[in-house]
């Protein structure tokens, strides 16, 4: 059921502006998310119900020609400046640094050294009746860190030992004022175990009652992984084919399938791992956003079956998409990813016990694996140095790699320059980061991905907006606040009002366009996890010169009313700015007597 004509918008004061209504039916999103905040950023329910719809098969690769949507793009970068010891090193000065795209260098445009406050976390208190995606006090940075359980991608022996590392780390070793979240990503997507809090006690509690899961290549012998990921099968000459009574053409089928049908199954669990690990980042860049700094996501892992010999390597298709969207929002919210291998020390005595025969099958079969642990290590580590963060791995101290993941971002200096809009290929965009000091480590996002997936927010608006709904974090790139109103009867049902507002900051405003602006609103009532009212409308138009100081200091109020019996019900309301595809989202709990 939609109600799209009980939509109204209220700005404050703001009567001189210009509107234009345009109702799209189921909505439609897209974001790349940069400001906002909440309280149970992680922590939101996620209603399920809602279909994870297939994204545009776009790969950079086929894209010839960028086009721009605005001329002037900033392009952050956040840097970590360490001594041999690790220690930061704090002082530098703006001419102590240079900046290379693609080997040429930048002119800086913003600097900044920014210390991470450690005061304990204080959330926004909302008033009764109110709920918000505000998830911290001030502007100012704190050390925020996620830490994501991986089920989907990790041995499951190895999960235990990594949970137990992580109870040590928790208990013993975690930085006073330090914030963590905790989550976990397993078959099912990702699942929220406890939303940010500055007391890790609650976090071990929470982490207890944690349990395995059989990951995606759960099954799936290592030759055949090695097979899935190289493309080249793993074929043992040893296995008997039985042919007799049976057509040449047939017995060569019959022979592939023996051979090569695990590769098939293996390469769909592949993809399927692939899948939920880059949704699971989208949503969570997408929950921190709107917090200020630069964040840390340690990934306890058992390694991510693909081989990445460069940036674009992701299997093509919408995978293509999904992981250049996911790279972008995890630049965007400044997040650095820091893998830690849950597998610890891995070794390969054990080769010969699974391989029949000898020779030439054993020697190719120890190869392959061989070069799957080493891709694999390589992968986690690309992943990090994209993202600026750290991999660690051949160690069993898996506690000490917590610890320096989540203390990496207490200091750091965020730099700034404007990207050549010029240039419109489109492609990876390689950064090198050179400090003048002697001894310096420097630890900077290697590059970003300029494709029309990553600048232009219109081709994935409908995709994103669904991702939202379905995400079980809140959006906080727009800081939201909802409020309910009375209930009047209408029939069998009651009508209940509500109320959201936006910060007027988040909104954009094109004034190369006339101070052109597009909001775009929907909302779902869900009961027992099923869609109960669906409401949704896009808002247009263009603002009078005199009322964008207005717009800036009181904000947008959407105001609109949702028809339901009586019961129990979970809304869930995702607001997107389309100009800039930054994305807030709510989830506002009501009962209808």
């Known amino acids: 059921m939609r109600c799209c004509s009980l939509l109204t918008l209220v700005l404050f004061s703001l009567l001189s502006s210009t509107y234009l209504l345009a109702q799209r039916p189921g909505g439609g ?80 445009a913003a600097y900044e050294e920014v210390q991470a406050t450690h005061l304990a976390l204080a959330a926004p208190a909302p008033q009764k009746g109110e709920f918000s995606n505000l998830a911290v006090s001030g502007d100012a940075p704190r050390t925020i860190t996620v830490i994501v359980v991986d089920t989907i991608n990790t041995p499951f022996m190895d999960q235990a030992y990594g949970r137990q590392q992580l109870l040590k780390y928790l208990a013993d070793r975690v930085e006073p004022g330090q914030v963590l979240a905790l989550v976990t990503l397993g078959s099912k997507g ?20 944690v349990n395995g899961e059989l990951p995606a290549m759960q099954g799936v012998d290592i030759d055949t992984q090695a097979a899935t990921v190289t493309g080249s099968p793993i074929t043992d000459p040893s296995l008997p084919v039985t042919s007799a009574g049976l057509g040449g053409d047939v017995a060569a089928q019959l022979q592939d399938f023996l051979l090569h049908g695990d590769a098939t199954i293996g390469s769909m669990q592949q993809q399927r791992a692939i899948e939920a ?20 996501l340690i990934w306890l892992t058992g390694g991510f079956p693909f081989y990445m010999d460069s940036p674009a390597a992701v299997p093509g298709g919408y995978l293509s998409t999904l992981y250049e969207q996911a790279m972008q929002a995890l630049n965007d919210a400044e997040i650095s990813i820091y893998p ?75 730099l700034g320059y404007y990207l050549d809009t010029k240039n419109s290929k489109g492609g990876w965009r390689q950064l090198r980061v050179k400090v003048a000091k002697p001894g310096a480590q420097v630890r900077a996002r290697s590059g970003f991905f300029v494709t029309a997936a990553t600048v232009d927010p219109e081709l994935s608006r409908k995709t994103d907006m669904q991702l939202a709904f379905a995400s079980p974090f809140d959006s906080t790139g727009i800081p939201l606040t909802v409020s309910w109103g009375d209930a009047t009867a209408n029939g069998g049902k009651k009508k209940v009002g509500f109320m959201v507002h936006l910060a007027g900051t988040a909104v954009t405003v094109d004034q190369g366009q006339n101070n052109h602006f597009s909001l775009e609103f929907n909302a779902i009532a869900f ?33 609109s009313a949702v028809e339901l019996a009586s019961g129990d ?25």
């Open 29 to 108: 999103g897209g974001s790349r998310a940069t400001s906002g905040n909440r309280n149970a950023t992680i922590g939101a329910p996620m209603p399920h119900g809602i279909g994870n719809p297939p994204l545009p098969p776009v790969h950079y690769a086929d894209e010839s020609r960028i086009e721009f949507k605005s001329q002037t793009v900033l392009v952050q970068v956040p840097v970590v400046v360490t001594d041999k010891s690790g220690a930061h090193i704090h002082g530098l000065g703006r001419d102590d640094f240079q900046v290379f795209e693609n080997s040429k260098q930048q002119k800086l």
């Open 190 to 209: 990702m699942r929220v175990i406890h939303d940010l809090t500055s007391d890790p006690a609650v976090l071990v509690r929470a982490l207890k009652r």
């Open 277 to 296: 690990t880059m949704r699971g980042f989208l949503s969570i860049a997408w929950s921190l956003s709107g917090i200020p700094g630069r964040k840390s």
């Open 340 to 414: 830690v291998d849950a597998r610890g020390l891995v070794g390969f005595s054990d080769a010969s016990s699974s391989i029949r025969g000898g020779g030439a099958a054993f020697a190719r079969s120890l190869s392959a694996r061989s070069w799957l642990q080493n891709s694999t290590l390589g992968t986690l580590k690309d992943f990090a140095e994209m993202t600026g963060g750290r991999a660690f791995y051949n160690t069993n101290d898996l506690a000490t790699s917590f610890q320096r993941a989540a203390t990496d971002s207490s200091s750091y200096y965020l």
């Open 527 to 559: 009961k027992k996890e099923t869609s109960a009212a669906n409401i949704g409308q896009t808002i247009e138009g263009n603002f009078a010169p005199a009322a964008i100081e207005k717009l800036k200091t009181n904000g947008v109020n959407f105001k």
């Open 569 to 593: 019900y979970l809304v869930r309301i995702v607001v997107r700015d389309n100009l800039s595809g930054r994305l807030g989202s709510v989830s506002a709990p009501l009962t209808v007597d």
